[in-house]
């Protein structure tokens, strides 16, 4: 079953919504179901402007990119690392909140997106004697912060999809964001600690002689003015 969806903004070529329709004692009437389905989505405007897919997006996306070197550079290696191995291939019109929350936990499992299949990383290729360097592969997921600039990514690309008309709503409003990382604060260093217990050694000093009423700031009296009280 397809239903003619308009011109693709991006090939200039006719764009088609597609479904399949199983086989089946009801399937005509299955099928007039979804003919229906699908002219309400394009009478709706709910319906994918494109055939595009990610990886075109982010072609698109990055060419277009108004950014500093160093953000251009970042985000062209989660694209190439991450992006396009994973989801790149995929049709936008086929991307739903599952497809990205899949996506997160693939990348939280194993930053290599092994998806945790077992084997054994050898020190070196082709035929050798194993030694101890050849040991049982670890998936170790991908940096909570990392998560975030390729959330950060997708999130720039979709919005300008929906601006350029290929897309009527973001898959990704849906889909559950990386969560911020715990913030650890770190305790400053024994030197810095002192430096600031000084300083509110000083502070009290010359609190307490103002409530002793002795006037510090006086020229016969050699004591130095704390700071901030002049």
Sequence with gaps: MKVYAGVDPLNGRRHYLRETVPAGLNAEAEAEKVRI??????????????S???????????????????????????????????????PLARL????????????????????????????????HECTEKCRPRECKPLSTGTLRKIHWCLSGAFKDALRWNWITVSPLDRAEAPKAPTPNPQPPPAEAAAIVNEAFQGLALGHARLASGDDWRSPRRAVRAPLGLA
């Design 37 to 50: 389905r699908l002219v309400n989505e394009i009478n709706e405007r709910r319906n994918p402007r494109t």
């Design 96 to 127: 739903d909140a599952e497809t990205f929350d899949a996506f997160y936990r693939t990348l939280r499992t194993c930053r290599s997106h092994c998806g945790g299949r077992k084997f054994v990383e050898h020190r070196t290729e082709g035929e």
């Design 52 to 90: 595009a897919t990610v990886n075109q997006l982010m072609d698109r996306y990055l060419e277009l990119l108004n950014v500093d070197r160093t953000i251009r550079e970042r985000y062209e290696s989660v694209i190439r690392t991450h992006i396009r191995p994973l989801i790149g291939k995929t």
